[in-house]
């Protein structure tokens, strides 16, 4: 018998990025770079460990936006241009670089994306496919999040705006995996009383709070973060741990900035010359990432070394065995003060693996098979195994909270981004009009009230001000926001006015085509 649990939790989420006016879309490579650097890469570790009969049970969160970004035609046939880009890109380099440091590098990249390739059609281009085998043979735990990342705290100011975005994400969950999910990702961690009446609304089980939002509940929880507790609804909170995280998150004092590692930030498609790569980015001249990358991180100064991809999985080995050690030494110590096996939750974005640290998903294969034969301590375990186990969990009520800068709400609502919140307001007010003065609308009202949900849904998202407030791409950021609000009011503008566009809706449906089922009517139960 273990003496303590390890609840490792992978957030997968990026904004939703769909543009067919464009040929070639920036933003739209956000996706395709997670796609081949971290997604598949995670699955490759989870195939291999399926096939090595390796025991593990691993939370996973797909948002929304990503599922239905995974699921669309237009951008999978993108994203498989773009990876074959990116092996006639390799198998240039190889020739490029023989007989020089970087050669074993290129030659890892040509075997890379070529797997990539192989990957993805394998999966019928929908990565959907390959994690709902990995959930059907009992290794991962598949979550949602909200619809469309909204930051919840934020736009409770409606109740109907935030039990929307959660019943939204549930019944979209149901249709890919046909059960509702157990759980789900709040959004930036972020929590405020009341949320949780609307997660046991839509059957939620769980979710997940940074540290300082379960310790500074009311009462004080008497085993901290080391147990979940339940919400005054019912449903159970589990808190971050704060050791676990530092290891792999910071940069500065965690295992991603080894020396030895991949250095992100040096790129081909910066340090060559134009007129070789140009066909490998922006058609406009634009340098971008390729996602071929020669330099270890090397030091702090400006001075890089080869990349050597023997001494980055050494690296990633030993520090899959550090964590394991050190999980160990926080349960036996914890197992002196507490009536059960304490559980350690970890919770990761799952983009950093593989993106900001290439070795990101060796790590994880280590570290599971470690845990699976070097000891004896931890178990693997999901939030509803451990419910299942320990059913009788501390009532409280969990503090305000978020796992952004500062622990609270400022990122979200800042000077950059705080005007944008009198819209939203003001366009869940108008929502939920528009819902009860049309209860049986059909045909083409019925599919603009529906396209307004949607445009709604999709200006909440909390990727904007996020942006906003970090100070990168906020052009874009500002546009995205500003398009979903000026849709959705001019579509109220039609129906209040009984002018509708039938084009236009059209073209709105095309274009923004997620929640393809929704039912603008779940805005009128009040």
């Known amino acids: 018998m273990a003496k303590g649990y390890l609840a490792l939790v992978l957030h997968a989420h990026l904004p939703f990025v769909r543009h067919p006016e464009h040929q ?5 490579k956000w996706l395709y770079e997670a796609i081949t650097e971290c997604y598949i890469p995670l699955i490759w570790i989870f195939e291999k460990l399926l096939h090595d009969d390796v025991k593990f049970r691993l939370t996973l969160s797909l948002s929304p936006p990503l599922l239905t970004m995974f699921n669309d035609g237009l951008l999978q046939e993108r994203c498989l241009n773009y990876i074959n880009k990116l092996v006639e890109l390799a198998d240039k380099e190889v020739h490029r670089n023989a007989e020089t440091p970087f050669h074993t590098p290129a030659r890892m990249y040509q075997d890379r994306f070529r797997r990539v390739h192989n990957t993805f059609t394998s999966y019928g281009r929908n990565l959907i496919n390959a994690f709902k085998g990995f959930q059907e043979a009992g290794r991962l735990e598949i979550i949602t999040s909200a619809a469309t990342h ?62 300082h939002g379960v310790l500074f509940a009311s009462h004080r929880p008497r085993f901290g973060i080391y147990a979940p507790v339940f919400c005054r609804a019912g449903v159970a909170a589990f808190g971050r741990d704060i050791e676990s995280s530092r290891q792999v998150w910071s940069a500065k004092e965690g295992y991603p900035g080894d020396f030895d590692y991949r250095e992100y930030y040096r790129d081909i498609g910066f340090d060559t010359d134009y007129n070789y790569i140009r066909d490998y980015i922006h058609p406009d001249g634009i340098r971008v990432n390729t996602g071929l990358k020669y330099y270890r991180i ?11 991809p023997g001494w980055a999985m050494e690296k990633a080995a030993t520090h899959a065995g550090n964590f394991m050690f050190n999980r160990e030494h926080q349960i036996h110590y914890l197992c002196r003060f507490m009536d059960r096996p304490p559980l350690i939750v970890a919770p990761y974005d799952a983009e950093l693996f593989g993106h900001w640290w290439f070795e990101g998903p060796h790590w994880l294969e280590f570290l599971i098979r470690k845990i699976a034969y070097d000891q004896d301590t931890i178990e693997l375990i999901t939030p509803s195994d451990y419910l299942r186990r320990h059913p009788c969990n501390q009532v409280v009520t969990p503090c305000a909270s978020s796992w952004g800068n500062k622990g609270y709400h400022e990122v979200w609502l800042c000077g950059p981004n705080d005007w944008i919140y ?10 939920v009009e528009l819902a009860q003065r049309f209860p049986e609308g059909t045909g083409m009202l019925r599919r603009a009230l529906n396209q307004a949900a949607r445009e709604l849904l999709l200006a909440q998202s909390s990727d904007w001000p996020f942006i906003m407030a970090t100070g990168t791409m906020v052009d874009y950021a500002v546009r995205r926001f500003k398009t979903h609000l000026s849709n959705f009011k001019g579509i109220y503008q039609q129906i209040t006015e009984c002018r509708l566009e039938d084009g236009w809706i059209e073209e709105l449906e095309s274009r923004h085509n997620i929640f393809p089922d929704i039912d603008y009517r779940i805005y009128a139960d009040v």
């Open 24 to 28: 070639y879309s920036l933003e739209e």
């Open 150 to 211: 909204g930051y919840l705290p934020l736009l409770a100011v409606n109740p109907a705006a935030v039990r929307v975005q959660i019943s939204t994400a549930v019944d979209f969950y149901r249709q890919f995996f046909g059960h509702n999910p157990p759980g789900l990702w709040l959004p930036e961690c972020a929590y405020s009383p009341e949320i949780d009446r609307h997660l046991k609304a839509s059957g939620i089980k769980y979710f997940f709070l940074d540290t």
């Open 298 to 308: 090397t030091g702090r100064n400006e001075h890089k070394e080869p990349y050597v």
């Open 422 to 431: 009198r819209h939203l307001h003001w366009g869940a007010d108008r929502m």
